[in-house]
């Protein structure tokens, strides 16, 4: 194992451990402070369970932050902020709204949601501490800072919002909505209907649903745009997958904690279908935010020794 893997490793523990830590520390004062405890003990085996989940959680969206911060133009207080607006905008703040509009069907109690968003917060925080850490640790080196069309931005972040609104129906029927427990935990009936006919239905007894993801389409097309815009890389495969995963892992990896509003079958469901639509629309907000003007950059230093 050569030295820049080993340290590699090491910065991936770190940044893990650091978010494990955060996330049980904070998340169990809070539910303790609002009341929230549950009145059942869970056995060893489940916390266990429980645990070995929410490691690999932080340690998939730890893979990403690294992956991020290594490619970032940015460093210091800069790379701190968009690193806290990417990872709590994806993993907490995109979640939750969306979970308050549903919550006629998940029935989460508006304290755990406030809670859910706060643990986001402080865990977001601490990992964006430990990124920029780790990127001061590296030595500096020249890396160019691309310069992107700005006129057509606001064309193009409508544009997205539409195609995310599309994708959120295409994706939402054809693998979540496949699922048949999926679809009793949310009309209390497994019946399926054909694609038009469950669109009518589903415009025709929630008219507000296509405004509701047209708002959160323009809130992903913008954090697609500081993810875009804000790595040192040229329009390539790399900048396609990981603007995909920044846009999707964060999103969808929470779902493989278990929790008493959401069985795992529907949960299950959702992560696929999460996964799928928003690597996509990751990579597809790359094609229309990531036009370089006239292929011209500038050059500047910042920190960073080792890219992953």
């Not at 493989?256 to 079958?265: E, I, T």
Request: proline share 3%; with cysteine.
């Amino acid at each position: 194992m050569n030295t820049n893997m080993l340290k590699n490793i090491k910065q991936l523990l770190l940044l893990t451990v650091s978010m494990v830590i955060t996330w049980i520390i904070v998340s169990g004062i809070l539910q303790r402070a609002l009341g929230m405890s549950s009145g059942k003990n869970e056995g060893y085996k489940e916390a266990v369970i429980a645990l070995g989940y929410l490691f690999l959680l932080c340690c998939l969206n730890s893979i990403i932050i690294l992956w991020y911060t290594k490619r970032s133009i940015f460093s210091g207080k800069k790379l701190l902020l968009s690193v806290f607006t990417i990872m709590f905008g994806v993993m907490f703040f995109m979640t939750q709204i969306e979970t308050i509009y549903f919550n006629y069907a998940i029935r989460m109690p508006g304290q755990l949601i406030f809670s859910t968003l706060f643990t986001g917060a402080a865990v977001a925080i601490v990992a964006s501490i430990v990124a920029v850490k780790i990127k001061e640790q590296s030595n500096k080196f020249k890396n160019r800072i691309l310069k992107y069309e700005s006129q057509k931005l606001p064309l193009n972040i409508f544009i997205l919002a539409l195609i995310y609104l599309i994708f959120y129906f295409i994706f939402g029927y054809f693998i979540a909505w496949q699922f048949p427990l999926l679809r009793e935990y949310y009309t209390g009936s497994q019946k399926i209907l054909p694609f038009i006919l469950h669109m009518k239905n589903q415009l025709s007894t929630d008219p507000w649903l296509v405004l509701f993801q047209i708002v959160r389409g323009v809130l992903w097309a913008l954090i697609g745009c500081l993810a875009v815009r804000s790595v040192a890389l040229k329009t390539g495969i790399e900048k396609y997958l990981l603007v995909g995963f920044i846009l999707s892992v964060g999103l969808c990896t929470p779902l493989l904690l278990p929790n008493d509003f959401m069985p795992s079958s529907v949960r299950f469901g959702h992560f696929f279908e999460l996964l799928i639509e928003n690597f996509l629309f990751g990579t597809v907000s790359v094609y229309f935010l990531g036009k370089e003007r006239n292929n011209t950059y500038k050059q500047i230093f910042y920190t960073s020794k080792h890219l992953i």
